[in-house]
């Protein structure tokens, strides 16, 4: 029994997770129904048959002349017979024609006499028999549902599996063989970051997946065919498709959000906040807006919208589990003024509770700041005398203008409370802005604050004459203080100053110092002093002396030349070593190292296939002997 307890509990713990989870942070705004509106009126002028068609699911209002236009458009049409069928019978209907549409309906009835080669030609068939009001016997319907079976095992893609979802939630029971498809179909869903589930092929495919699937479940009385958490996926999928241009792609989006807002058991809600999410110290109004996900009201209507509100800085709550109160002018936001709890400034993180929903959310509330005491003077930059100070009153210049040259400082003290407390604060943005009043040059400073929390800004004229560009003249001082929790950030004038930068940096030094330097031209290193003509001259001689030995060895031992075997291999042996020999002279006297050695490569293989064949033949004659 124990563990039957224990059983229990863990699946009203997973089943309270999975419930609780199925909210979103996005729905269908008006805007966007607005533009989606501004869409399918341009669709309905369209000279494209399927975006008139979408058009006209989505347009209550249709010019007189409608029905003329669709019937041109029809025959300028490119598409497919089954799909110009599909396209004008369903704006045929929508558009409530009186015209006669017999040929069409002929082409429709003879189309579905044979079979079709793929379920979305099956798909556009059916339908348009359907919006043309024609009958449709149960035997043409059984001889569909066998084609169809037919064509899933040679195509079972997820744009065949969607089209044949939806014929068979037309066929009834005979289309129940698809239900076994379902769960195939969504089992090729991706996931994206953990947030979202889509199916390759974007926005259509997914549409045509989940409107299909949920149209066939109805029909045959079955298990919807995702859970809660799916639900939650393929709409954040959807809405993040919010900006569609096209009428279809508006129009099956619609149509996919209806689908899931429609599935009370698992469709998600929207939970966000109706504003901004600051709040303005002397109206703390919390607005939370709890809506389907085309940001209609819940219906039924929610009996209990509840939140807690807590700070983020002391992790305490302000208000606990406080009932929100349902908006007049819209049902869909709830209100809670945090007035009696009297915030103080900061971030807060708020709990919402909606019936079996919950959400957390993030708001701000702001704060006022003042100047609790600015004072501003001029001093020399060594600090061996003190910096004469002058007060200045919030939103107040000072009547007195302030001179310092290179060799002072500017010294600047604000002190920051809160408006409502009192106390000291830090704020995120604390400048002092320095404009030459002659040419509008700005340049910005940072105020920190010190350990007393009173900002601080001090500046060597001297030190920073180059970040003004040697410029003299009067400046403004403005003191801007900013930050994203106070609703009265400021930009405040408090004084001018005349700064006088040093005189040894004349205006033309100054120019000078901008121009560009001299360009730098590579050059190489003078070549070295050659020697004398008696030092060459006389190394030449020792290097020729060996070769001149050899000749007169040659000549005294008196060389066999009768021996020399006049062979192919021989000649040009020796002649590829004396053109060796003769290309080093070269080299010697014009060549450089690179062209030396393009042309050595040719000859000294051409002298190493003599040479080998010449020792071959010579050691030949050797062994023969």
């Not at 030609?121 to 028999?129: D, G, H, P, T």
């Not at 919006?131 to 079972?156: C, H, M, P, S, Y």
């Not at 010579?618 to 023969?624: D, K, L, N, T």
């Amino acid at each position: 029994m124990k563990l039957f307890g224990l059983l229990i509990l863990l699946g009203s713990c997973l089943v309270s997770s999975v419930w609780t989870s199925r909210t979103v942070s996005k729905f269908i705004t008006p805007v966007d129904q607005d533009r989606y509106q501004k869409i399918f009126v341009e669709g309905l002028a369209s000279s494209d048959l399927q975006s008139v068609y979408f058009s006209s699911v989505n347009v209550a209002e249709k010019s007189p002349d409608a029905c003329t236009r669709l019937e041109k458009v029809y025959a300028e049409s490119k598409y497919n017979d089954f799909e110009k069928n599909y396209y004008f019978a369903g704006a045929w209907k929508n558009f409530g024609c009186k015209t006669n549409p017999g040929k069409v309906k002929q082409s429709v009835e003879a189309a579905l006499q044979k079979d079709s080669n793929s379920a979305q030609e099956v798909y556009f068939n059916l339908n348009s028999a359907s919006f043309l009001g024609a009958t449709v016997e149960q035997t043409t319907k059984a001889r569909v549902a066998k084609n169809l079976q037919a064509i899933l095992k040679k195509d079972d893609s997820l744009n065949s599996l969607g089209h044949a979802f939806a014929v068979a939630a037309e066929l009834g029971t005979s289309g129940a063989f698809a239900y076994d498809r379902v769960e195939e179909a969504f089992v090729q869903a991706d996931e994206v970051d953990g947030k979202m589930l889509q199916f390759e092929g974007g926005l259509s495919i997914t549409a045509l997946i989940v409107n299909s699937a949920f149209k066939l479940s109805t029909s045959l009385n079955k298990p919807v065919p995702i859970n809660a958490e799916q639900a939650v996926k393929f709409a954040a999928y959807f809405l993040s498709r919010s900006s569609v241009q096209t009428p279809k792609g508006v129009s099956i989006l619609l149509e996919a959000l209806n689908t899931l807002s429609a599935q009370k058991t698992i469709a998600p809600i929207c939970v966000k906040l109706s504003g901004n999410g600051q709040l303005l110290p002397e109206s703390p109004v919390l607005q939370v807006k709890v809506s389907d996900l085309l940001g209609k009201p819940l219906s039924p209507a929610l009996a209990v919208v509840s939140t807690t509100v807590t700070s983020k800085t002391t992790n305490q709550a302000i208000v606990s589990k406080v009932n929100l109160v349902p908006s007049n002018s819209d049902a869909s936001v709830f209100t809670y003024n945090l007035k009696s709890a009297n915030p103080p400034r900061g971030q807060y993180k708020v709990d919402v509770e909606a019936g079996g929903y919950k959400q957390t959310l993030k708001i701000n509330v702001l704060g006022k700041v003042k100047v609790s005491s600015l004072e501003i003077g001029v001093g020399d930059s060594d600090s061996t005398s003190a910096v004469k100070k002058h007060t200045v009153s919030y939103a107040n210049k000072l009547d007195t203008e302030l001179a310092a040259d290179s060799q002072q400082k500017i010294v600047l003290k604000a002190v920051l409370v809160d408006e409502s407390s009192g106390k000291p604060i830090n704020v995120h943005q604390a400048f002092v802005l320095l404009r030459n009043k002659a040419t509008k040059e700005e340049i910005v400073f940072v105020a920190e604050a010190d350990s007393s929390k009173a900002y601080k800004f001090e500046m060597d004229v001297g030190a920073r004459s180059n970040d003004f560009g040697h410029k003299s003249g009067l400046y403004s001082v403005e003191l801007i203080v900013g930050d994203s929790l106070i609703s009265n950030s400021f930009k405040w004038l408090v004084a001018d100053v005349s700064l006088k930068f040093s005189a040894d940096i004349s205006k033309d030094n100054a120019h000078a110092a901008r121009q560009p330097l001299p360009e730098i031209i590579h050059q190489f290193r003078a070549p070295e002093k050659r020697p004398p003509r008696v030092v060459s001259d006389l190394f030449t001689g020792l290097c020729i002396a060996p070769l001149v030995l050899l000749f007169l060895l040659w000549g005294k031992l008196r060389v066999n030349i009768s021996n020399f075997p006049f062979s192919l291999g021989a000649i040009g042996f020796h002649l590829g070593l004396g053109a060796i020999l003769a290309l080093f002279g070269v080299f010697w006297l014009k060549l450089n190292m690179f062209d030396t050695i393009r042309y050595l490569i040719p000859l000294a293989l051409f002298t190493f296939l003599c040479g080998h064949r010449l020792l071959r033949s010579i050691a030949g004659r050797s062994s023969e002997k």
